[in-house]
């Protein structure tokens, strides 16, 4: 599983995310951000072309040297500066309270704790800081929550520990944050993949 998730996987998750579809939620979710921002699960990049005017500064938090390499135009490109600081976003190397705001698009799905990694974002994230986040997740329809349990330890296997049926609402409120607003519907594709949640929270003041 070594080569495939780290020099294969990169690629198919770039291409795979990277629809014209998703860019247009990823524009959606970025709204509003400004300042220094940290994006954890940065991946390839997918995210910098929506980044808005106002984002100065991305502390950019991305385990996969591949996929990295695969951002390299899209940084390049980008207005904002963009720094790679670290490989998890379960340990962040940013001070507290050292960011406006934070960003994960298809991260929480696949971190091995997401709680541990949102409460790393409270902690770096200013009082009222803004944390934005775009994810797929538990269908609120029975029978397709039921394939996605049965279809998940095979996801997890070939998507770098992915799972169908995390709530990431909850898992953000649950983590403190004070949800703000969010949004969920089914995207094109195979409804076990495709129920997605966008929306932003608070850091608590």
Known sequence: MGIYRERILPHLVDKACGSAELARWRERVTEGLSG???EIGF??????????????????????????????????????RIVHVG???????LGDQSCDGALATFTLCTIPDPAVALAELRRVLRP?????????????????????????????????GCHLTRDPVALVADAGFVVERHESR??????????MTEGFALAPT
Request: glycine residues 8%; charged residues 20%.
């Open 36 to 38: 220094t921002v940290v």
């Open 43 to 80: 991946g390839s990049g997918l995210n910098v072309p929506v980044y808005p005017p106002e984002v100065t500064e991305v502390f950019a938090v991305e385990p996969a040297l591949v996929a990295r390499r695969l951002a390299e135009e899209r940084v390049a490109a980008s207005h904002a």
């Open 87 to 93: 490989l998890d976003g379960q340990s962040l190397p």
């Open 128 to 160: 009222g800081g803004r944390f934005h986040f775009l994810e797929h997740g538990l269908a609120p329809d029975a029978r397709v929550a039921t394939w996605q349990r049965r279809i998940e330890p095979v996801q997890r296997r070939v998507a770098d």
């Open 186 to 195: 089914y995207a094109s594709g195979p409804k076990p993949w495709t129920w």
